[in-house]
Every structure is written in structure tokens, then in C-alpha cells.
């Protein structure tokens, strides 16, 4: 509380603040970084037609990245805790990464395919250039997670960001695949997903948003992200050597980890063609999924912010994710039940269009309940983190958040980078070994099966290890309130010192 400016963000009790919009805007930096998530979900579509990998290759390939992406996390959340510099510790890599992630990404669709037609030769350059892009990922991913305990460490407002981005979530992957089944038959009358025209235009779309929302996060950011508001409110020195004591002794990462690893997991096992498959093969239309988000995606979105607003803020987080888990596995049982028992071909009207009946308004009802539960069980676990970096502080006495979303960042991805593998296996085993199914595909109860419980069976699984995992999770909201009076208690004995 050294000048005007810092004091201005303190309430009584050393609890510091932030304006809601703040909260908002930042969140887009998560939404920045998801954009180039939810397009590389396509790239077994380019791999398999234009670089030439066969389909568990070509699914086995996002697994590989994503392994190289978590073992590049420990060192960059580590040059994240020794950055200090007149632009802050977190706005320098949220600019340098979304840059990287720009030129890379431009380089991989709209190059690769142009190399001569060696499947050896554009796989070694395909993955050159995407090891440099996860770089740039990470780079602007772990701010996501370290600035979360400077941003504010008010009780109240730190489960607000999971409202903003559990909303900016639900429109981004509603929307993109939306976007895509619209651009894809514009290029190919099947919407196959290989064609040069619909990567160079679904590229150029996230490549502009993402840029966009990074610069809003990171004006958003710029007056917390500043010595004052990390830790105890001084520079702590920190070696490699704390990466193992962290992650070895404090059990509230380790829980954390456990839970959001195999949540991811099983979100990403829902790729593209698990929705062709649901939509496009076993309801009869693709475009019905455009229909089915189009109908929930703001009911989704205004519940979300009743649930999470209400019960994060009101019981504490960790209650939070407990009540989210249930609601989202009993409900994704439910969603699996219809789908397995009930009529999808019943929401077709025979020209794909959406017809309303039984089928459909359960759908869309179930869908948006259990979108607002997910929501909370997957988002809440970001600020989170801030409450296990103010747990490391007051163990340790270190402030250092970029090793806690890096530490958490590695396993998570370590594990979620299974879900490609775990999608193209299961359909291999059912006779797609060299191209994944699309909407056109014939159906099959095979294709029928692996769709639900790709699409909800995983999901059920991951929630129930959420269970667990905060079953043994230490911080209460009562917890937390104790680790806050020890952290002022200290930043007053060091006010009293200077």
C-alpha cells in the first residue's frame, strides 16, 4: 500500500480488490488461449488429409504435443517467478505468447501442405513448428493461473472469474463448432473438414479474436500486476528445488491436479468427431448440434452465473467443485440414458432441421443443467489455484505462482493428453483405422456406444475422481480465511520493518 494507486484496490483486513470489469476482462485471456485449443481439435482432420499420418497416428500426435507442452511448463512458470520488470511479472508473456501462437499457427496451415508430398517430410515439419507453438501456449497459459492470486484475494470475488470464464467458455466452444459446421460446407459439400479454404479461414477468425482478447486482458491486468500485490509483498528467491518441495508437501495442489487432470481428460475426449458422430450419425443431421447449442447455450450461461455465483462465493470453493461434480454426473448419466434408450432420429424433421419432442426438450434441458454443473466443477478450478499459491505462501513463506500453475499445468496435461489417444483407439477398435468418422459415415450401434461414452461416460468417471480428490482437499473457505490473517500479519511486520 505504497501509494495512492495500490491503496485505492485494499479493503479493510488486507484483502485487496478489483472492479468487476477487470475480473471480466482478464478472463479473456483464458478464452484467448482456448480459441487455438478448440482449432487444434481439427488438426487430426489436416494431419490425416494433407500431411498423410493414419488415424491413431494423426490422434496420437495432439498427445505428443500436449506431453512436450507440460514438460516445457515447469521451466516457464519458473522464468514467470524470477520476471519482474516495469511491465509486470505476467503481461510480458501473455503478449509474447499470443504472438507466437499467431505466427506458428498461420505456418502450420497454410505451409505444411505446400512442402512436397512426403508424409515424412511434412510430419517432421508440422512437428518442429508445433513444438514452437506450444511454447508460445504455455507462455500465455500459465498467466492464466499465476496472475490469479494478484488479481484479487478477495473470497467473494475470486470465484467470479470462473463465472466469466465459464460464460466466455460455453459461447467460445458453442460458437466455434458452430463457425465450423457452417465454413466446412462451404469448402467441401460433405463438411469433411479437409480443405485448404476451411483451415485458412477458421485460422484467420481465431487468430484476430485471440489477439484482440489478449490485449483486453492485458490492460485489464496491468494495475495489479505489480510487486504489492505478490505474496507477501516482497521478492522471495526461488530455485528448481522448490518445485519438488511444493509439489511433494502441499496436498492442496496435488488434489487439485487430480481432479481438474481427469475433468480435462475427459472434455477433450469429445472431440469433433464424437459430435459428428452423436449428431451427424446417430441423430441424422450435424447441423442439429448447431441447433441443440443455439437453444441452450445462453440458458447455460445465465444458470452458470446463478450457480456459481451463488455457491462458490457463498460456501467456498472447494464446496463448489464438490456440488458441481455430483450435479454434472448425475445429469451427464441422465443425458447418457437418453441417448442410449430414447429416439435421436426424432429431432430430425427429415431435412435436418430441428423437430421439438420428447427427445429434444429433454435434451435441451438436461444439456443446460448439466452445462451449468460442469461449468462449476471445471472452471472453478483456476482461482483455485490462487488459493493454492496463498497456501504455499503461508507454508513456505514464497510466493510463487507461476510454479503452482506450471506444477498443475504439467500433470494436467500429462494426463488430459490421453483424450485424442482414448477417442482415436476406441474407434479404431471398431474399424476406423485410417480416417476418423464424420457426419457422412453410415451408422452403426458401435459408433453408437463409443459416441455416449465419449461424449458422457468420461465424464462421469473424471467427476467422481473430483469427489476424492476433495474429499482430501485442506482448504476450506475457513482455511482459507486463517491463511489470509497470517499473510497480512506478515506484510504488516515487513510495513513495520521498512
Known amino acids: 500500500m505504497a501509494n495512492n494507486n495500490t491503496s485505492k484496490y485494499y479493503a479493510e483486513g488486507g484483502i485487496h480488490r478489483v472492479p468487476l470489469w477487470r475480473i ?26 494433407f500431411v498423410g499420418m493414419a488415424t491413431v497416428l494423426a490422434s496420437s500426435f495432439s498427445m505428443i504435443m500436449r506431453l512436450w507442452d507440460g514438460v516445457t511448463d515447469p521451466f516457464i512458470g519458473f522464468l514467470v517467478d524470477k520476471t519482474n520488470t516495469k511491465f509486470g511479472k505476467n503481461r510480458p508473456f501473455m503478449v509474447i505468447g499470443n504472438v507466437i501462437l499467431f505466427v506458428t499457427s498461420f505456418i502450420m496451415f497454410h505451409v505444411t501442405h505446400l512442402l512436397p508430398d512426403n508424409a515424412i517430410l511434412r510430419s517432421a515439419f508440422f512437428i518442429v513448428i508445433s513444438m514452437l507453438y506450444y511454447i508460445g501456449y504455455t507462455f500465455q497459459c500459465v498467466v492464466t493461473k499465476s496472475a490469479q492470486s494478484c488479481l484479487t484475494n478477495d473470497p467473494k470475488q475470486r470465484p467470479l472469474f470462473a463465472v466469466f470464464d465459464a460464460i466466455y467458455n460455453t459461447v467460445l466452444f458453442a460458437g466455434m463448432s458452430a463457425l465450423a459446421a457452417i465454413v466446412a460446407p462451404k469448402y467441401d459439400p460433405n463438411a469433411s473438414f479437409i480443405t485448404t479454404g476451411f483451415f485458412h479461414e477458421m485460422w484467420m477468425i481465431v487468430a484476430i479474436l485471440s489477439a484482440v482478447f489478449t490485449a483486453i486482458a492485458v490492460f485489464s491486468i496491468s494495475p495489479k500486476d505489480r510487486v504489492e500485490f505478490f505474496g507477501t509483498g516482497k521478492a522471495v528467491k526461488v530455485t528448481l528445488k522448490d518445485y519438488w518441495d511444493t509439489l511433494k508437501n502441499n496436498r492442496a495442489i496435488q488434489m487439485l491436479v487430480v481432479s481438474a487432470s481427469t475433468d480435462k481428460l475427459a472434455m477433450q475426449a469429445k472431440t469433433t468427431a464424437v459430435t459428428a458422430v452423436m449428431y451427424g450419425v446417430v441423430a441424422g443431421s450435424l447441423m442439429l448440434s448447431a441447433a441443440i447449442q443455439g437453444l441452450t447455450s445462453v440458458p447455460i450461461v445465465i444458470l452458470t452465473i446463478l450457480v456459481i455465483g451463488g455457491l462458490a462465493t457463498t460456501l467456498g470453493q472447494r464446496k463448489g467443485m464438490i456440488i458441481g461434480s455430483v450435479g454434472g454426473m448425475v445429469t451427464s448419466a441422465m443425458l447418457a440414458a437418453l441417448w442410449l434408450f ?8 427429415g431435412s435436418g432441421g430441428l423437430r421439438m419432442g420428447f427427445f429434444a426438450i429433454a435434451l435441451i434441458v438436461l444439456t443446460i443443467v448439466n452445462g451449468a454443473f460442469n461449468n462449476l466443477a471445471g472452471n472453478i478450478v483456476i482461482p483455485m489455484t490462487a488459493d493454492c499459491a496463498d497456501y504455499e505462501v503461508y507454508r513456505t513463506g514464497k510466493y510463487v505462482p507461476g510454479m503452482m500453475g506450471t506444477l498443475f499445468s504439467f500433470v494436467d496435461k500429462m494426463i488430459s493428453s490421453l483424450a485424442p489417444l482414448i477417442a482415436g483407439v476406441m474407434f479404431a477398435a471398431i474399424g476406423f483405422k485410417d480416417v476418423l468418422p464424420d457426419a457422412s459415415t453410415p451408422y452403426s450401434d458401435a459408433l453408437k456406444y463409443v459416441g455416449i461414452f465419449l461424449m458422457y461416460g468420461l465424464i462421469i468417471i473424471g467427476q467422481a475422481f473430483n469427489l476424492v480428490a476433495m474429499k482430501f482437499y485442506p482448504l476450506t473457505k475457513e482455511k482459507m480465511e486463517e491463511i489470509r490473517g497470517e499473510i497480512n500479519r506478515i506484510k504488516a511486520e515487513a510495513a513495520s520493518e521498512a
Open 24 to 49: 471480466g476482462g482478464f478472463a479473456l485471456n483464458n478464452t484467448a488461449t482456448n480459441l487455438y485449443l478448440v482449432f487444434m481439435g481439427y488438426v487430426s482432420f489436416y494431419l490425416g488429409g
Open 342 to 349: 430414447g429416439d435421436p432420429m426424432s429431432m430430425n424433421n
